[in-house]
């Protein structure tokens, strides 16, 4: 059967995309809007000694703060969009200057992460969330990619401010047909430029055809008073130009008193839409190792022509981050958001080693009540809950036992299952209840198995505290809604694929408060241990869990990719007052690892002080450990 023209798709595919608009746009209006989570306000500060920096990192929801999200961009910007009063975020409808996107468009590739530790490099998969959003992206080739596309370059427009402008990357693949969208979306009157970014020094070994030595970046207005700058870049010679003056209205050439043109040198030229600017190289000082990062001359270019000091610049497709490192050195406003977490990674550190502004670190808040809700597979969370049971080997009690559908028990044992919801943030009074229903329910019952999606931010504190060797906890796979949409319930049971994990956790040692002064203490922090979630849960194949398992058993902190440190934790904003990652060898000369413990020099407090330690291990994995001293 021949298979169908993209031609012939086009018009499905902005039908389709409009039909998801409307959803999208009743859904904002409603009180279930999507919100953002603030999981981090970051100070940059990675002073070995601790010292503040003499920033007090006081959160004042009034302020702009820069802002780099984790999360699916389709789900970020509906939450732009709808913007949360309560948490004294705006709206930020109409308030975008300047978007710049390149989404990728490679469906070969496999976006793996390379790390390097002490025992030896190895090669991390993408996150669940990340492989069902590629694959969701890559399903019908072009045709699914342009599909993902269309709403969200519609958010995109409702973003931008009326003199906004949005900047879309492109290679051969999809151009044209991206183009079509744009036309179809701003309007053909909004095009602005076609801008060809040459980089002249791109290796190729075409046999057919003519080296491909550039890409396009479309342009497109909200209106046509848009921003523009013009700006002059260097000829790289200095040249000889006739003199011109306005006479009457009319450019004449200029001359002198004896009638003799008038001639001046110039070194510079009005920059046109070619951009001869060379791909990045790993010898840069700018290289993140990121396989689609970007020349950040590139970057500031755009950004100096389309947009004015103190602009918002947004980034959807963030990546290595070069969007908002350099509308940082240009002194605009910057929002970045990627769906990768390696990502979002390098992004922070990248953002640290440049001494930027505070900025706030976010994710979709209740990602999983957000895909549960989306589904609508599942009509009650009970439903969703008997799934989970059945998956996890458990039987489910009947429904006049257990109303709310989410108990259930492992056969020939006296092991009772409880599932959470994936609207609730399983945490204290979560396992409490767990522990009565063990001693309660049906005559008791020898231990009980915990399954939640979401955990509270205490989570690692709370199990070691309640210190229960009869309660368990485990972790629904993230990937599970998406593959329940893709595979049947019992085809998953049958396949005996789905893996339930154990949580990940640190511990430190106990902080040691030491008075200086009338003003200033010290606080000495120090990691004692990290417990890595089950190995069968993470993203590697085979060869490299093993390394993983050696490393996790010789030294589990040598897996910790990024701390930070809270030293006035109020209890509801984190904010990171001090940070150590691998590759910073300004704290220490080893680049594969963090250091341990540090001194902070902060200032005296009366009475105790809550002081709160944030961890990040080289897979994305966030664990907290709050301390009273």
């Given at each position: 059967?021949?298979?169908?023209s993209?031609?012939?798709?086009?018009?499905?595919i902005?039908?389709?995309?409009?039909?998801?608009?409307?959803?999208?746009?009743e859904r904002?209006q409603?009180?279930?809007?999507?919100?953002l989570?603030t999981n981090?306000?970051?100070?940059?500060s990675?002073?070995?000694?601790?010292?503040?920096?003499?920033?007090?990192?006081?959160?004042?929801p009034q302020?702009?703060?820069n802002?780099?999200?984790?999360?699916?961009?389709?789900?970020?910007?509906?939450?732009?969009?709808?913007?949360?009063?309560?948490?004294?975020l705006?709206?930020?409808?109409g308030?975008?200057?300047?978007?710049?996107i390149?989404?990728?468009?490679d469906?070969?590739?496999?976006?793996?992460?390379?790390i390097?530790l002490?025992?030896?490099?190895?090669?991390?998969?993408?996150?669940?969330?990340?492989?069902?959003?590629?694959?969701?992206t890559?399903?019908?080739?072009?045709v699914?990619?342009?599909?993902?596309?269309?709403?969200?370059?519609?958010?995109?427009?409702?973003?931008?401010?009326?003199?906004?402008?949005?900047?879309?990357h492109?290679?051969?693949?999809?151009?044209?047909?991206?183009?079509?969208l744009?036309?179809?979306?701003?309007?053909?009157?909004?095009?602005?430029?076609?801008?060809v970014?040459?980089?002249?020094?791109?290796?190729?070994?075409?046999?057919k055809?003519?080296?491909?030595?550039?890409?396009?970046?479309?342009?497109y207005?909200?209106n046509?008073?848009?921003?523009?700058?013009?700006?002059?870049?260097?000829?790289?010679e200095?040249?000889?130009?006739?003199v011109?003056?306005?006479?009457?209205?009319?450019?004449?050439?200029?001359r002198d008193e004896?009638?003799?043109?008038?001639?001046?040198?110039?070194n510079?030229?009005?920059?046109d839409?070619?951009?001869?600017?060379p791909?990045?190289?790993?010898a840069?000082?700018?290289?993140?190792n990121?396989?689609?990062?970007?020349?950040?001359?590139l970057?500031?270019?755009?950004?100096?022509?389309?947009?004015?000091?103190?602009?918002?610049?947004?980034?959807?497709?963030?990546?290595?981050?070069?969007?908002?490192?350099?509308?940082?050195?240009?002194?605009?406003?910057?929002?970045?958001?990627?769906?990768?977490k390696?990502?979002?990674?390098?992004?922070?550190?990248?953002?640290?080693?440049?001494?930027?502004?505070?900025?706030?670190?976010?994710?979709?808040?209740?990602?999983?009540?957000?895909?549960?809700?989306?589904?609508?597979?599942?009509?009650?969370?009970?439903?969703?809950?008997?799934?989970?049971?059945?998956?996890?080997g458990?039987?489910?009690?009947?429904p006049?036992?257990?109303?709310?559908?989410n108990?259930?028990?492992?056969?020939?044992t006296?092991t009772?299952?409880y599932?959470?919801?994936?609207?609730?943030?399983?945490?204290?009074?979560?396992?409490?209840?767990?522990?009565?229903?063990?001693?309660t329910?049906?005559?008791?019952?020898?231990?009980v198995?915990?399954l939640?999606?979401?955990?509270?931010i205490?989570?690692?504190?709370?199990?070691?505290?309640?210190?229960?060797?009869?309660?368990?906890?485990q972790?629904?796979?993230?990937?599970?809604?998406?593959?329940?949409?893709?595979?049947?319930?019992?085809?998953?049971?049958?396949?005996?694929?789905?893996?339930?994990?154990?949580?990940?956790?640190?511990?430190?040692?106990?902080i040691?408060?030491?008075?200086?002064?009338?003003?200033?203490?010290?606080?000495?922090?120090?990691?004692?241990?990290?417990?890595?979630?089950?190995?069968?849960?993470?993203?590697?194949?085979?060869?490299?869990?093993?390394?993983?398992q050696?490393?996790?058993a010789?030294?589990?902190?040598?897996?910790?990719?990024?701390?930070?440190?809270?030293?006035?934790?109020?209890?509801?904003m984190?904010?990171?007052?001090?940070?150590?990652?691998r590759?910073?060898?300004?704290?220490d000369?080893?680049?594969?690892?963090?250091v341990t413990k540090?001194?902070?020099?902060?200032?005296?407090?009366?009475?105790?002080?809550?002081?709160?330690?944030?961890?990040?291990?080289?897979?994305?994995?966030?664990?907290?450990?709050?301390?009273e001293?």
């Amino acid at each position: 059967m021949p298979q169908t023209s993209l031609i012939e798709e086009l018009p499905k595919i902005v039908a389709e995309g409009k039909k998801e608009v409307e959803r999208i746009m009743e859904r904002l209006q409603s009180p279930n809007r999507i919100r953002l989570q603030t999981n981090e306000l970051v100070i940059p500060s990675k002073d070995m000694r601790g010292f503040l920096s003499g920033q007090t990192g006081v959160y004042n929801p009034q302020d702009w703060y820069n802002r780099l999200i984790y999360g699916d961009n389709l789900l970020v910007m509906q939450a732009l969009l709808a913007g949360d009063e309560e948490s004294g975020l705006p709206s930020l409808r109409g308030k975008i200057d300047l978007i710049y996107i390149d989404p990728p468009f490679d469906s070969k590739a496999d976006y793996r992460t390379k790390i390097t530790l002490p025992g030896g490099d190895i090669e991390q998969k993408p996150s669940v969330i990340e492989q069902f959003a590629y694959s969701d992206t890559w399903k019908e080739g072009t045709v699914s990619y342009l599909k993902m596309l269309y709403p969200r370059l519609v958010l995109m427009k409702e973003l931008l401010s009326d003199r906004g402008v949005i900047c879309v990357h492109v290679d051969w693949h999809v151009g044209h047909y991206v183009k079509i969208l744009l036309d179809e979306i701003f309007g053909k009157d909004k095009f602005v430029n076609e801008i060809v970014w040459y980089y002249y020094n791109k290796y190729s070994n075409a046999k057919k055809c003519l080296p491909r030595a550039h890409d396009n970046i479309l342009v497109y207005s909200k209106n046509n008073d848009h921003i523009y700058n013009e700006i002059r870049i260097d000829r790289g010679e200095t040249v000889k130009q006739l003199v011109r003056v306005n006479v009457n209205g009319v450019l004449q050439n200029a001359r002198d008193e004896n009638g003799n043109l008038l001639y001046r040198e110039v070194n510079d030229k009005k920059a046109d839409d070619v951009f001869i600017i060379p791909q990045l190289q790993p010898a840069s000082s700018e290289w993140m190792n990121y396989k689609t990062q970007k020349h950040h001359d590139l970057l500031e270019r755009i950004i100096k022509i389309f947009s004015n000091e103190d602009s918002i610049v947004a980034d959807f497709f963030a990546g290595s981050g070069t969007t908002g490192a350099v509308a940082e050195r240009l002194g605009r406003r910057w929002i970045m958001c990627d769906i990768g977490k390696p990502a979002c990674m390098i992004m922070r550190k990248r953002l640290i080693d440049q001494n930027a502004k505070p900025f706030l670190y976010q994710s979709v808040g209740d990602y999983q009540k957000e895909v549960f809700a989306s589904s609508k597979m599942f009509k009650r969370v009970g439903d969703l809950s008997q799934v989970v049971l059945g998956l996890y080997g458990a039987l489910p009690f009947k429904p006049e036992q257990n109303p709310s559908r989410n108990l259930g028990y492992i056969k020939n044992t006296r092991t009772l299952v409880y599932v959470d919801s994936p609207s609730k943030l399983t945490g204290y009074n979560t396992l409490k209840k767990a522990q009565e229903l063990r001693e309660t329910f049906l005559g008791g019952w020898d231990k009980v198995i915990v399954l939640g999606w979401n955990f509270t931010i205490d989570i690692g504190k709370v199990i070691n505290e309640l210190n229960d060797s009869r309660l368990e906890v485990q972790v629904i796979p993230a990937d599970l809604l998406d593959r329940l949409k893709k595979t049947s319930y019992e085809k998953l049971v049958k396949e005996n694929k789905i893996r339930f994990s154990s949580l990940q956790y640190l511990t430190i040692k106990p902080i040691q408060r030491i008075e200086l002064d009338a003003e200033t203490e010290l606080l000495n922090v120090e990691l004692d241990n990290y417990i890595l979630l089950s190995p069968d849960a993470l993203p590697l194949d085979d060869e490299y869990k093993e390394k993983v398992q050696e490393i996790m058993a010789k030294d589990p902190l040598a897996l910790i990719e990024y701390w930070s440190i809270d030293p006035d934790y109020d209890g509801e904003m984190f904010v990171s007052k001090w940070q150590d990652y691998r590759e910073n060898t300004d704290n220490d000369s080893d680049p594969y690892k963090v250091v341990t413990k540090v001194q902070l020099k902060v200032p005296k407090k009366e009475g105790k002080r809550k002081v709160c330690v944030k961890a990040v291990d080289i897979f994305g994995f966030e664990s907290v450990v709050i301390e009273e001293v």
